[in-house]
């Protein structure tokens, strides 16, 4: 399906220069002379590059559809992840980098949705938000303002976030995965 240039969004899977490429970040911009463009950060989702792009309005893109498949995180060995086909109890075994920071929250048994673009597994979604135990939270400082004081703790699987001061560790909580914060207490 083709698309204007102007007409690209974040998250857009888009055909550009024989390549599939995800558009991470866009910028709108109507320069005083000349006719505006869409500034797009986009990330190849096949070996990984970052290419920044102007597409004018008068430029059309190719915008991709990809397959999705329901499959369930079976384990990690080191770098290799592996996947089961939910349909019919095929593995799969993908590098971490396609994940990239979300492999981190990762937990065995999760159901996932793999993308896929001729039958080639080219990303990765994880749920938006998971559950996530505190090992480890810095005390309170006395004296800080309760508005907006967060401080630094680290979730079991090593990563940090930052917490309100009311959260200790051994608290559950749940955790955007993608943006890598704090959303609320567990129940």
């Known amino acids: 399906m083709k698309i204007s ?3 690209i969004r974040p998250g857009n899977i888009i055909e550009y220069e024989g390549g599939i490429w995800r558009a991470v970040k866009i910028q709108h911009t109507q320069p005083g002379k000349g006719g505006a463009y869409m500034q797009v950060e986009m990330k190849n ?3 990984g590059r970052k290419n920044n ?3 004018r309005s008068a430029e ?3 915008r991709v ?3 999705t498949k329901d499959f369930q995180f079976l384990f990690a060995d080191g770098d290799a992840l592996t996947f089961m086909d939910k349909d019919n109890y ?3 075994t993908l590098d971490r980098g396609v994940l990239g920071d979300a492999a981190a929250f990762l937990q065995d ?3 996932v949705v ?5 039958e080639r597994p080219i990303s990765v979604q994880l749920p938006d938000t998971i559950e996530a135990l505190i090992v480890e939270a810095d005390a309170v400082v006395k004296g800080q303002t309760a508005s907006s004081s967060y401080k630094p703790a680290v979730l079991e699987n090593g990563v940090r976030v930052m917490v309100p001061p009311h959260i200790g560790a051994g608290t559950r909580i749940v955790v955007d995965v993608y943006a890598q914060e704090y959303v609320r207490r567990a129940d």
């Open 5 to 7: 240039g102007v007409d």
């Open 45 to 47: 989702l096949i070996d």
């Open 53 to 55: 792009v102007r597409f």
């Open 60 to 62: 059309s893109v190719e």
């Open 65 to 67: 559809r990809l397959d």
């Open 90 to 92: 095929d593995q799969i």
């Open 109 to 111: 048994g999760m159901d």
């Open 114 to 118: 793999m993308e896929l673009y001729d």
